[in-house]
């Protein structure tokens, strides 16, 4: 936490400059009284004009220098908390875009962009705060305490002594509501994420009718937070009396004692007097002091959630020892005896892989529902590394490349289209930075999106919605291919991508890509497509069921004859390409 405060040493000299226009403030306010007093006791009482005329006219020059210096105070205030708070959104920004998968399944969305927003809001306010009011109030009750002391510092022994339990008292106040407003912000976590999963999901929603329950939801959170907000302030609220309760023992004892004094004639009735003057003085500073702890509980709590963030360790670093001058030339990869788990679950998701793709070539991967395949194409950009063994690109460890190098070789279709507000071609180009229009042409017609393109309205400038709402499921899955192709990737790996289309496009994408020079992956569900490729990878519970070509794999597996006769039919079966032997089954 102290971190994130300490980003505000970048504005020191505005602050300096915020913090003595305060003191000049205050300044003025506590000579006021005494300007006041002059001006009753030797000019109005004593008639005498020429008095009221000069301390009138300093009086009005300070109050005029006050206003000035508030104002140029605030333009210092607002300068330090805007620029922090843009360089803090700034920085979490960055760190957020260096997360690996792992740190993003601690952090979901709707909790970052909380963080993003009304944390770095809350942090902004109070800074602003801080700098214009905050710093008045402190010295308001220091002064008070030093104005007693100098009156009488007998007596004014009672506020140094009453001084400690109120300071005890208002840091458990600060720690207690800090955490307190913690939850707060946690709870509001809860409000965004269920707004945001109902405005992903709206036509779901209509489509099943389930708007009362989504509704229900929603005021859950909603009340949740209310509940918790609510009681953080009470705890502000109730922190008041007992400040105040405290104080006005001060003050009776001061009374007391004081008035012992008097009766010795050890002390003056006016200096007990200005003593009680300064405890209530004291005392409604310190019902403001309230509201700064709640400010400041709440900026505590936010700097940790932003801590959190920029302090999250990126766990998919780079080797110290990669090479930089190492580059992805041929894109063979390899898999050795390969396992692996997600790093927050113990469950094996792949067990002992080991199968290799020389450069070129094409490998298709079957396998049921959840038998692993995205989780093997996400090891070879390390979006997550192996747990055991090791994922080979020509030869060399996956991690011995530098990370950037190694991306860059990879074309990546995920299994869901991704895609960014923009148009057609930002979309595409977004593959390859600096990539011309016509890279992008070539890329959408290869990947049989560009007639489609050409029919649109605005051709390539026509404006892709949120998230793609305006093209179909098959359109966009093209659209994040060319946005792969662009790459002119040494690895291209498609995930699923090709399901929507139909099996002519499909065809005539299969052929175009045979003239990229580079290693393809293809996950897919249809035999057709894997018996175009050059070898197979039949997956069945995250281990190797077979592994060879079209024919191989009909004569070793029986579950792949299984799935290709549930695709063909049995009489077509008979006539699929390369089945020599009566099935086994
Ligand atoms: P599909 O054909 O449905 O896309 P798949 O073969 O691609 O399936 P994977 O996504 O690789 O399957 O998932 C394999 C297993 O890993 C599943 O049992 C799934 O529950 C688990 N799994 C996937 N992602 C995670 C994750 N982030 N954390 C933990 N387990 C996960
Ligand atoms: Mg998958």
Sequence with gaps: MRKVFSYLKAYRVAIGAALFLTLLELGVELLQPLIMAKIIDDGILKSDLSVVKFWGIVMFSLALAAFAAGIANSFFSAHVSQNYGFDIRRLVFEKVQSFSFVNFNKFPASSLITRMTNDVTQLQNTVFM?????????????????????????????????????????KWVLNTAGSMFRDVQDKLDGVNRVMRENLMGMRLIKAFLRRDFEKDRFEQASVDLKVRTVSSLRLIEVSIPVLLFVMNIAILFILWFGSRQVNFGTIEVGEVVAIVNYSFRISSVLTIISFIIMAFSRAKASAQRIGEVLDTEVDLIEAAGADRSLLLKQGAVEFKDVSFSYPESDVPVLKNLSFSVKSGETLAILGSTGSGKTSLFQLVPRLYDVTAGEVLVDGKNVNEYPIETLRKGIGVVPQEAVLFTGSISENIGWGKEGASQNEIISAAKDAQIHETVEKLPNQYDTRVGQRGVNLSGGQKQRLSIARALVRKPKILMLDDSTSALDLKTE?????????????????????????????????????VEAWGTHEELLKNSPLYVRIVQSQFGEEDFQHVKGFKQTSST
């Design 130 to 170: 801080s700098l214009r009011i905050m710093l008045r109030a402190p010295l308001l009750l220091a002064g008070g305490v030093i104005m007693s002391l100098i009156v009488n510092w007998k007596l004014a022994m009672v506020l140094v002594v009453a001084l400690p339990f109120l300071l005890v008292f208002l």
């Design 507 to 543: 065809a005539k994408l299969l052929k175009a890509l045979r003239t990229y020079s580079c290693t393809t992956f293809i996950i897919t569900q249809k035999i057709s497509t894997a018996m175009e490729a050059d070898r197979i990878l039949l997956l069945d519970d995250g281990a």
